[in-house]
C-alpha cells in the first residue's frame, strides 16, 4: 500500500533554509509523479514542485522558482525538497502525494491522491 512520510520541517528565520523530506513506502511505476505541496492557514493547498517519476524532469511554481530544488534518491525512495532563501510566505504545512501529471500552482491538487500527513514550516525572524 503505497504511503509518504514528511519530516524536515521546523522553524526557521528569512533567510535559513531547511530540506525536506518524503519517504514512499510501496511506490510502484504506473504513477506519473511525486509533488510538493504547501498549505497556509486559511489558504488552500498549492502544489510548489513536482518530479516526474520514468521520465525525469522538475516543475516548480514561479513563487519558488530559483528557491526550492526537488530531487529523488532512487535507493531509498525518498524525495526530498531542498528549501533556500526562505521567505515568511513559504511558511505552511508541507505535504508530498502521487499524482497523474507533474503540476505546480493554485487548484492542483486535484491531480494527487495519497497524501502523506504533513511537515509545518514556520518561517519567521
Known amino acids: 500500500q503505497l504511503q509518504f512520510v514528511e519530516s524536515g520541517g521546523g522553524l526557521v528565520q528569512p533567510g535559513g533554509s531547511l530540506r525536506l523530506s518524503c519517504k514512499a513506502g510501496?511506490?510502484?511505476?504506473?504513477?506519473?509523479?511525486i509533488g510538493w505541496f504547501r498549505q497556509a492557514p486559511g489558504k488552500e493547498r498549492e502544489g510548489v514542485a513536482c518530479?516526474?517519476?520514468?521520465?525525469?524532469?522538475?516543475f516548480y511554481a514561479d513563487s519558488v522558482k530559483g528557491r526550492f530544488t526537488i530531487s529523488r534518491d532512487y535507493i531509498h525512495n525518498t524525495v526530498y525538497l531542498q528549501m533556500n532563501n526562505l521567505k515568511i510566505e513559504d511558511t505552511g504545512i508541507y505535504y508530498c502525494?502521487?499524482?497523474?501529471?507533474?503540476?505546480?500552482?493554485?487548484?492542483?491538487?486535484?491531480?494527487?491522491?495519497?497524501w502523506g500527513q504533513g511537515t509545518q514550516v514556520t518561517v519567521s525572524s
Open positions: 502525494a502521487i499524482g497523474s501529471l507533474c503540476i505546480v500552482g493554485r487548484g492542483t491538487s486535484g491531480w494527487y491522491d495519497t
Open positions: 510501496g511506490l510502484t511505476a504506473d504513477r506519473a509523479s
Open positions: 518530479t516526474l517519476l520514468r521520465l525525469g524532469g522538475e
